[in-house]
């Protein structure tokens, strides 16, 4: 299940956190499509608890109510026209599956109408009852909430926030959770984000895999398996370690945005990006998925905080320019929505906010502007120039290595990709004026951090490469973006 199931030549996928599934179609055909990105990450299909105290917060998402696919991001029948035209462009859709649990307490009805209680585990919708969770023979932690994360048992048996804890040892409550999948499945889905992975025993989460489906032969040759990569939040403290899921699929990487927010905040030299990859401590690279920032920890969930987001923007367009660089990892894009934070005593009041809306609190949709950029409150970083130009670049250098690696000794670096593509970044504190080694062939090119490659001609900064591989750059200190990126795809 480790094997990205993008169409060729594409490696980014992008999370269009909250999006509607007809603006999310809009977007395959408009610009996921013809910019080279490989697929989204969808936030979850399945209906879910509807909350209005505080008024319908993005984390609703993650309390299912059943599987129908109902939701804010639109009907089944929306979702079914997103995945078939995605497909047809060669964008594939990642379903967000929160299969650990349901609801926490209370009653009520779901976004698709199905009635609730998670007082008595009653959840018709599926349906599952009280004898599908786990209860006090399999949790010990005293009032069923999870406390102790050094407990095994206890993350696994016990709720997750006073989450309803599905008791995935029993096979009617498998066959459901892959029912659902693969529904999803049958669809087109091409693989799933697996929420709270870290919440359910590898042995459980092996078997369900096991009874998944081979990806729908509309769109996928035959035999192909989904791409599944598990959450697991692994910081190295914990008793629970990715090590356990890297044999049966990927696993989300959170040292890895930690580690990058350091770097390019400037408290630890970008020169040691040297050697990035395991020998930071880090899985092997085909068995993550990598990111600067994700939709909890950019609003300080998920044990979040520290990490870089769209809001430092100047040190997150390095952050992911660098990221999207560098070949450690299968490369996942935040694509995210505006909100007014407002902190106090370091936490952030508002990080409940749900994605902009209309009157009626249905999902409003996003504007485009000339530049390509978002408006209506949407962020839209993966339509950033210098972040989608570096898909393009990925895209273009994809199976080479790092070569030519170049530092001023502290927080300027630069390197190649074989010889496909060069990139410097300035996250110094004095200028860059460099004759380097690009290890490209000779000509002008286009540096696609400033500027496209439109008409024949470079609206950004040229690049001269000379006839032995080496050419100049002056880059500032003090500029937004002092990264200056080339590839053979963008030569004049
Ligand atoms: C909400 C309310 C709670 C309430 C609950 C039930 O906020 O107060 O008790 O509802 O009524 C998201 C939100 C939660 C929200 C939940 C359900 O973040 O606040 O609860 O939706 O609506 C752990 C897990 C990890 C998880 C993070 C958030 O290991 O799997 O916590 N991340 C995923 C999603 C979240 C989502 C859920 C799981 C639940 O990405 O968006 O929650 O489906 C250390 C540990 C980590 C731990 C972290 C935080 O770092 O190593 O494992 O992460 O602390 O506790
Ligand atoms: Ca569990």
């Given at each position: 299940?480790?094997?990205?199931?993008?169409?060729?030549?594409?490696?980014?996928?992008?999370?269009?956190?909250?999006?509607?599934?007809?603006?999310?179609?809009?977007?395959?055909?408009?610009?996921?499509?013809?910019?080279?990105?490989c697929g989204v990450q969808i936030s979850p299909?399945?209906?879910?608890?509807?909350?209005?105290?505080?008024?319908?917060?993005?984390?609703?998402?993650?309390?299912?109510?059943?599987y129908k696919l109902v939701t804010r991001s639109g009907t089944e029948a929306e979702f079914r026209n997103m995945v078939d035209r995605c497909n047809k462009v060669n964008v594939r859709i990642y379903a967000d599956v929160v299969i650990n649990h349901m609801t926490g307490g209370g009653s009520g009805s779901g976004t698709g109408g199905s009635h609730y209680d998670g007082g008595s585990l009653s959840y018709p919708g599926v349906p599952f009852s009280s004898w599908d969770f786990n209860a006090g023979s399999e949790c010990h932690s005293g009032d069923g909430d999870i406390h102790n994360y050094n407990d095994p048992n206890e993350v696994r048996n016990c709720r997750l926030v006073s989450l309803r804890d599905l008791k995935m040892?029993?096979?009617?409550?498998?066959?459901?959770?892959?029912?659902?999948?693969?529904?999803?499945?049958?669809?087109?889905?091409?693989?799933f984000r697996v929420d709270a992975a870290k919440h359910m025993w590898p042995g459980d989460l092996r078997a369900v895999f096991g009874k998944l489906h081979n990806l729908n032969t509309k769109?996928?040759?035959?035999?192909?398996?989904?791409?599944?990569?598990?959450?697991?939040?692994?910081?190295?403290?914990?008793?629970?370690?990715?090590?356990?899921y890297t044999p049966i699929a990927r696993v989300t990487n959170f040292i890895y945005g930690i580690k990058i927010a350091d770097v390019f905040r400037g408290n630890n030299p970008a020169k040691y990006l040297k050697n990035w990859g395991s020998a930071w401590g880090m899985p092997s690279p085909f068995d993550v998925v990598v990111f600067i920032d994700n939709h909890d920890n950019q609003r300080g969930h998920g044990g979040g905080g520290g990490v870089l987001t769209h809001f430092?923007?100047?040190?997150?367009?390095?952050?992911?320019?660098?990221?999207?660089?560098?070949?450690?990892?299968?490369?996942?894009?935040?694509?995210?929505?505006?909100?007014p934070r407002n902190i106090v005593n370091g936490e952030d009041?508002?990080?409940?906010?749900?994605?902009?809306?209309?009157?009626?609190?249905?999902?409003?949709?996003?504007?485009i502007k000339a530049d390509l950029s978002c408006g209506n409150g949407w962020t839209c970083e993966h339509r950033w120039r210098q972040i989608y130009n570096m898909v393009a670049f990925r895209n273009l250098v994809f199976g080479t290595t790092v070569n030519n690696w170049w530092d001023n000794g502290n927080k300027a670096i630069a390197f190649s990709r074989g010889n496909r593509g060069f990139i410097v970044i300035n996250d110094d504190t004095a200028d860059v004026n460099a004759n380097l080694q690009t290890g490209l062939p000779q000509g002008t090119y286009c540096d696609v951090i400033s500027g496209n490659y439109e008409n024949g001609a470079c609206t950004g900064n040229e690049v001269h490469v000379g006839g032995d591989g080496r050419a100049h750059f002056h880059i500032s200190h003090q500029s937004e973006d002092p990264v200056v990126a080339i590839h053979i795809g963008k030569l004049l």
């Open positions: 299940f480790s094997n990205p199931t993008c169409a060729p030549g594409r490696y980014t996928i992008t999370h269009l956190f909250e999006w509607k599934w007809t603006d999310i179609a809009d977007e395959c055909e408009k610009f996921l499509g013809p910019y080279g990105y299909p399945n209906e879910n608890r509807v909350v209005t105290s505080p008024n319908r917060p993005w984390w609703e998402r993650y309390q299912p109510v059943s040892s029993k096979d009617y409550v498998r066959d459901k959770v892959a029912d659902y999948m693969n529904n999803l499945i049958n669809i087109g889905v091409a693989g769109y996928f040759n035959s035999g192909q398996k989904p791409f599944i990569f598990q959450e697991v939040i692994d910081m190295g403290g914990e008793a629970i370690k990715a090590a356990e430092e923007h100047r040190a997150y367009k390095m952050a992911t320019a660098f990221m999207l660089a560098h070949p450690y990892g299968f490369t996942r894009v935040m694509s995210s929505y505006d909100w009041k508002n990080n409940w906010y749900g994605p902009p809306h209309n009157g009626d609190m249905s999902i409003k949709g996003r504007s």
